[in-house]
């Protein structure tokens, strides 16, 4: 097993559904309730800024339109990213990765990047992101690199070889098990659904760990804590106290 300074709990975009997600605000929230570790979804402006966004396009979660990714920063920066979710958010911005970084390191709290590229600049994503964290977090505990998308893994690994990475499954296709080796990853991150007794077994035996998404009820965190995994991304951080 590789070092693993993570822990177990992790929020899911900041604060679940409490708060507009992949905000400054919704890690604040899921700060309060105690968590030291978030996920995150990271994409590249048109100009090649890294900001917070889970979709390719801007609709569901902010009052712009079309595919973020080809839009410049300077027009994303100026969308209302927390009118979608409720009044109390409304006109909460956009945050560029490096605003997120520099939160979680004073404040001491770890951090989960997943690589979300816009269609077709899977690999410039993960080479940009990997950069720009080795530079934020040097000499400190790393982000943790996570992808469903093999291209981004291996375009950061290329860049910053020892940031922590683990790849992301939604079902287990042949092989998945050396993808994750081939690219040398720290972590499996899958369907919480999928993992049993024998699958973990095959993740810890190779020296990677086992986390899973997204965990929102008390049986499913019960039973993934008695087969021994890793870690638990949740949307519950008003529920499950870390």
């Not at 899958?190 to 007794?197: E, M, T």
């Amino acid at each position: 097993m590789q070092a693993w300074p993570y822990p177990r709990w992790i929020a899911h975009r900041g604060a679940g559904h409490l708060a507009p997600e992949n905000t400054l605000a919704a890690f604040r929230l899921g700060a309060h309730h105690g968590y030291r570790m978030f996920e995150c979804d990271a994409k590249l402006s048109a100009d090649g800024v890294p900001f917070l966004m889970h979709d390719a396009t801007l609709e569901r979660t902010t009052n712009g339109t079309g595919v973020g990714g080809e839009r410049p920063w300077s027009e994303l920066s100026r969308l209302d990213a927390g009118s979608w979710h409720s009044r109390a958010y409304a006109g909460e911005p956009l945050p560029t990765l490096e605003s997120l970084a520099r939160y979680c390191i004073a404040n001491g709290l770890f951090f989960n990047i997943e690589i979300k590229p816009t269609p077709g600049v899977e690999a410039r994503t993960g080479t940009v992101v990997a950069e720009h964290a080795a530079r934020w977090w040097k000499g400190r505990v790393p982000p943790l690199f996570t992808s469903f998308k093999v291209e981004s893994l291996q375009a950061a690994a290329a860049a910053q070889p020892e940031i922590p990475r683990g790849l992301l499954v939604d079902n287990f296709t042949d092989g998945w098990l050396q993808r994750a080796q081939s690219l040398k990853c720290a972590a499996l991150v899958c369907n919480h659904a999928l993992w049993d007794s024998a699958t973990v077994a095959a993740v810890h035996a190779v020296g990677m760990r086992c986390l899973s998404y997204t965990v929102n009820d008390e049986w499913a965190a019960e039973r993934l804590i008695a087969l021994g995994t890793d870690g638990i991304i949740t949307d519950a951080v008003d529920r499950f106290a870390p």
